[in-house]
């Protein structure tokens, strides 16, 4: 089925560790997205990808870097993870218009402890 | 600096009892308000889109309407299917970026 296919859906890290967190869709979309979504927080833009190429600072991207290695995927990496990390990722895509907003992953749940 | 409110923060209701989750926005030059259902343990999922003031969308006992500064999500005889936490979002500017609300969690009992 067409969607955003976001790997690993678990990650438990210790403090310091570093990952990737993969995303891919398959929707020829232009633009992709990384949240973190927290309890009371709400879903908060951690960086985006206007097209590929192109990445920029959503409202929370201390911590993290990014990669849109094709138009397909756009990937987010911690390079030393810390317990305030610890959330629920979503990765999303968009044609880039108004319409039908954003697609999202199933989301990545991490614990960093 | 774009803002989204959505009310009440969690909602309980009866089977069959119809209410209205609030999303109110402070904006500069909206292009679009989105709704969304989330699932416990999954993605957001796409409800509507509403582009401008006086704009209704319907989809089963879901329907969202928009004035100039808040858009409602009006559901009518809700089952227990339909508990979820309901996400509002605004595209504003020149870019591709939505701004989520906090989102609204309801229940509904049987």
């Known amino acids: 089925n067409a969607g955003v296919t976001q790997t690993p859906k678990f990650q438990v890290l210790k403090t310091g560790q570093s990952m990737t967190l993969q995303c891919a869709q398959d929707?020829?979309?232009?633009?992709m997205y990384w949240y973190r979504q927290d309890p009371g927080m709400g879903l908060r833009l951690i960086y985006y990808s206007a097209s590929e190429g192109t990445t920029d600072k959503g409202e929370v991207p201390n911590g993290y870097n990014v990669s849109r290695l094709n138009k397909r995927e756009f990937s987010l990496r911690l390079e030393s993870a810390a317990p305030s990390q610890t959330s629920v990722y979503f990765c999303a895509s968009s044609e880039g218009v108004p319409g039908k907003g954003y697609t999202f992953g199933s989301g990545t749940r991490l614990t960093v402890v | 600096e774009d803002q989204v409110t959505q009310s009440p923060e969690a909602l309980r209701l009866q089977e069959g009892e119809s209410s209205s989750l609030n999303c109110s926005y402070t904006?500069?030059?909206?292009?679009?308000l989105f709704w969304y259902r989330q699932d416990p343990g999954k993605g957001p999922e796409f409800l509507f889109t509403l582009y401008s003031a006086g704009e209704e969308k319907e989809k089963e006992r879901l329907k969202a309407t928009l004035t100039k500064k808040e858009s409602f999500l009006h559901i009518t005889a809700p089952k227990p299917e339909d508990s979820a936490t309901y996400l509002c979002?605004?595209?504003?500017?020149?870019?591709?970026?939505?701004?989520f609300g906090k989102g609204i969690t309801l229940s509904v009992r049987p």
């Open positions: 929707m020829n979309h232009n633009s």
């Open positions: 979002a605004v595209l504003t500017g020149a870019n591709s970026k939505l701004t």
């Open positions: 904006v500069s030059g909206l292009r679009g």
